[in-house]
Nanobody
Framework: QVQLVESGGGLVQAGGSLRLSCAASERTFSNYAMGWFRQAPGKEREIVAAISWFGRTTFYADSVKGRFTISRDNAKNTVTLQMNSLKAEDTAVYYC?????????????????WGQGTQVTVSS
């Protein structure tokens, strides 16, 4: 069982930055592909970014390309989402997720473990 704990959410003005972190309990963290999802009120949970086991491959939703960066540190069992140039439409609860499947995974059903979520609110 992998436990994931997100941190770093908060309130920021449009154009600002936030850095989300996700700490994993699993010692074999490098055996898990990771993803960040978000869910805004009344909307489906959607993929934001994903990263492969060793970070060689990444994926970004079109809405965040060029603004967000996903990275991982397997020695520290953490995955990070750096969010720059934030917009009001980025407001959502952000979730970290893990899957033992290889490559980058972009579908919710492909992920087996989820964090509790962290709120990101961008004021316009």
């Amino acid at each position: 069982q992998v436990q994931l704990v997100e941190s770093g959410g908060g309130l920021v003005q449009a154009g600002g930055s936030l850095r989300l972190s996700c700490a994993a309990s699993e010692r074999t963290f490098s055996n898990y592909a990771m993803g960040w999802f978000r869910q805004a009120p009344g909307k489906e949970r959607e993929i934001v970014a994903a990263i492969s086991w060793f970070g060689r491959t990444t994926f970004y939703a079109d809405s965040v390309k060029g603004r967000f960066t996903i990275s991982r540190d397997n020695a520290k069992n953490t995955v990070t989402l750096q969010m720059n140039s934030l917009k009001a439409e980025d407001t959502a609860v952000y979730y970290c997720a893990a899957t033992p499947r290889g490559g980058v995974r972009v579908e919710k059903y492909e992920y087996d473990y989820w964090g509790q979520g962290t709120q990101v609110t961008v004021s316009s």
